[in-house]
């Protein structure tokens, strides 16, 4: 697999992820601690899209060190998150019939993507450091 393959940002846009995603952090205790006067819904939208962004900026940017295996893991991190996401919503309406004895699924769209990334960087992260 050439190196080419995979389009990724550069690696300086790492630190471009982690302010956002500081900021992100600051925001939300503020708004915990009603230190900023926003409507919480609209801060609770805030928050997350910030977040969102953050981790998706630091999953598409290049580790220090880019190689073949780096890459390699990297696409078996997006497949296995992929395959998470997709189990994941088929499987919750069967869990919600056992534990609440309902059909619907009340996960929201920032829910599962946000789980979708903690995956992703959990397996990346793991068969990095183990394979």
């Given at each position: 697999m050439k190196n080419t393959d995979l389009k990724l940002l550069p690696h300086k846009f790492k630190i471009f992820g982690y302010?956002?995603?500081?900021?992100s952090i600051v925001?939300?205790?503020?708004?915990i601690f009603d230190i900023l006067f926003i409507e919480k819904e609209l801060a609770k939208?805030?928050?997350?899209?910030?977040?969102?962004?953050?981790?998706?900026?630091?999953?598409v940017s290049?580790?220090?060190?880019e190689d073949e295996?780096?890459?390699?893991?990297r696409i078996i991190a997006f497949a296995s998150?992929?395959?998470?996401?997709?189990?994941?919503?088929?499987?919750?309406?069967?869990?919600?019939?056992i534990f609440e004895g309902r059909w619907e699924n009340d996960i929201q769209a920032h829910q599962l993507l946000f789980t979708m990334f903690l995956?992703?960087?959990?397996?990346?992260?793991y068969t990095r450091k183990f394979n």
């Open positions: 302010s956002i995603l500081v900021i925001f939300f205790l503020l708004n939208n805030i928050f997350w899209n910030t977040l969102l962004v953050a981790l998706l900026i630091l999953a290049k580790e220090s060190i295996r780096t890459l390699k893991l998150t992929f395959l998470y996401g997709v189990g994941f919503i088929i499987i919750s309406p069967f869990v919600n019939i995956w992703y960087f959990g397996i990346f992260f």
